[in-house]
């Protein structure tokens, strides 16, 4: 299905994930609008490199889901056929560090964003969830049918509380709603805070690496080109759904250990200096995401290797190294 006629509202687009996912669908859709509010989460400037990158330093608005009244201008003005909607407080542990944009943002903005999709008749809102949802104890691999256990972190708690406001909130019979739950998404210009991150921030700046998790820790790694694909399909492919709400993990499908991911991105950078710091309880012991309902619907599967994602990571440090911007990496 060609999706170059929908109007499309991405939020968050001036993030890691939100910023890939607007150049691919611009690209291919002249009638797509990309909206941040350019939080601190961070140091805004990264995340401004990286528009310009892409040259899209001056089509994003500065704009905040939680600010309604903004909100209800542009969807007025823009009239939205689909809301991707990629807009959130992310990080399980700084969570427990400042709970309240765990709330205000991914609680209320996405209220905000509920109520406007039925007062402006928007025909599919895709959402980003989470891998947190799984909590611990799950048999692995997940699949999106499971009971889910309660979270272990209050991020964890905002996604499973979206998941289900998706699910209840009233809607028209012909809007669907699609969650995403990503797992463990990496690639260039990922959140510092992100362990891939630090891994190689520390090789390329020589400086130690403090482990807060167990080398055994085992994560499901996506590379974030393939979260865009996904994405993409969804708007292209008319799905034919059994309800109006579908949960769809996208993971790389190939879980490995902390101590994998330190030999791998050692290999890419310099020699990393491994000390061993405080456990952090928040983290789970093991994520791993079937992506069998994906491939029942046609949609891409991510592919991409770990291996070939931190090297296509390590080239992108490698440039960014010469940044002034690179010293405000972890």
């Not at 939205?80 to 609680?107: C, F, K, M, W």
């Not at 994520?287 to 599967?301: I, M």
């Not at 002034?324 to 972890?330: G, M, P, W």
Request: proline residues 5%; aromatic residues 10%; neutral net charge.
């Amino acid at each position: 299905m060609d999706f170059s006629n929908q109007r499309i509202l991405i939020t968050g687009a001036a993030g890691f994930i939100g910023a890939s996912v607007y150049s691919r669908i611009a690209s291919k859709c002249p009638h797509t609008r990309g909206i941040d509010n350019f939080s601190e989460y961070y140091d805004s400037r990264i995340k401004l490199s990286h528009l310009e990158s892409l040259g899209l330093n001056a089509k994003i608005s500065k704009i905040d889901i939680c600010d309604l009244k903004a909100l209800q201008n542009l969807y007025s003005e823009f009239k939205p056929d689909v809301v991707v909607h990629l807009a959130a407080q992310g990080g399980v542990r700084a969570s427990q560090v400042d709970p309240e944009p765990y709330i205000q943002t991914n609680q209320m903005g996405f209220l905000n964003l509920l109520n406007l999709n039925n007062d402006f008749q928007v025909k599919t809102f895709i959402y980003a969830s989470s891998s947190s949802v799984y909590g611990e104890g799950l048999p692995t691999p997940f699949r999106e049918n499971m009971q889910l256990p309660g979270p272990k972190s209050l991020y964890a708690a905002s996604k499973v509380a979206n998941e289900i406001m998706a699910e209840h909130f009233p809607r028209s019979k012909d809007h669907r709603r699609v969650g995403l739950r990503f797992f463990t998404v990496y690639g260039p210009w990922g959140r510092p805070d992100m362990a891939v991150s630090r891994l190689l921030s520390s090789g390329y700046k020589k400086r130690p690496f403090v482990l807060t998790a167990n080398l055994d820790l085992v994560r499901d790694f996506t590379f974030v080109e393939d979260v865009t694909d996904v994405i993409e399909d969804l708007l292209a492919t008319n799905l034919e759904l059994q309800s109006n709400h579908l949960l769809l993990n996208v993971a790389g499908e190939s879980p490995r250990t902390m101590s994998e991911l330190i030999q791998i991105c050692q290999a890419e950078s310099f020699p990393i200096n491994i000390e061993i710091g405080e456990i952090n309880k928040l983290d789970v012991t093991k994520t791993h995401g079937s992506s069998l309902r994906l491939k029942e619907l046609g949609l891409r599967t991510p592919k991409t290797t770990l291996e070939d994602g931190i090297s296509l990571t390590a080239k992108w440090f490698s440039g960014f190294s010469k940044s002034e911007l690179f010293e405000k990496l972890v």
